[in-house]
């Protein structure tokens, strides 16, 4: 569930029961599950069939590498405070080659841990889309001896897609499937399961 919603509260909106799924939802939940944040989206059918194309080429056809994915991906959710988000990639970020600590690690101020330039090229963005709207040009310049035209429009675009996402995770209280409490954003040492991370 989203930070900022406890356990005890309901969603907003409802998944849309099985019975009611047409083909394209029968197909994404075939490929990736019946995750609530289909289930939910999927009550409009219009908007859902446009959002899950745009969805997955970012995240199955994107040109950016995948560590680099889950990095923006991870650290937005955080910036967030969205836990159905930070929960679900978390798994893949794992899958992507983050170790638990650097997962930790995107929880805090990127200058106490020990990131790449690389890394910390990527983390700079998703803080400066998130705290200003835009990317500085010192941080362009960096970004641009890495990354060509299309990465730097797809990391651009990929990092407001997730702050999108995670907007209507949080507003609609989309609940995570199984209901787990693992941690997410914001929940640092002194912080409660609630506590808002940013």
């Known amino acids: 569930m989203c930070a900022d919603t406890p356990g005890d509260r309901v969603p907003r909106v409802d998944p849309l029961p ?5 083909d394209t939802v029968r197909a994404v939940t075939e490929t990736i599950g ?3 944040v289909i289930t939910t989206l999927a009550r409009h059918p219009e908007l859902f069939r446009s959002w899950i194309g745009f969805g997955s080429m970012l995240l199955m056809n994107g040109t950016l590498g995948a560590r680099d994915r889950e990095l923006a991906i991870l650290r937005t959710a955080h ?3 969205c836990a159905y988000e930070w929960d679900h990639h978390r798994r893949v970020a794992l899958d992507a080659g983050l170790t638990e600590d650097e997962i930790a690690a995107l929880r805090r101020d990127p200058g106490g841990h020990g990131w790449s330039r690389e890394d910390r090229m990527v983390l700079a963005a998703a803080d400066e889309l998130h705290g200003r709207g835009t ?7 960096e970004l641009s001896t890495r990354f060509g035209e299309r990465e730097l429009i797809e990391l651009v675009m990929l990092i407001g897609h997730y702050h999108m996402v995670a907007f209507a995770l949080n507003s609609l209280r989309v609940q995570n499937e199984d209901h787990a409490r693992d941690e997410g954003p914001g929940r640092d040492e002194g912080q409660g399961r609630d506590g808002a991370g940013g």
């Open 34 to 36: 019946p995750l609530n």
């Open 18 to 22: 099985e019975e009611e799924w047409d």
């Open 135 to 141: 990317i500085s040009d010192a941080t362009w310049t």
């Open 79 to 81: 910036l967030r405070s």
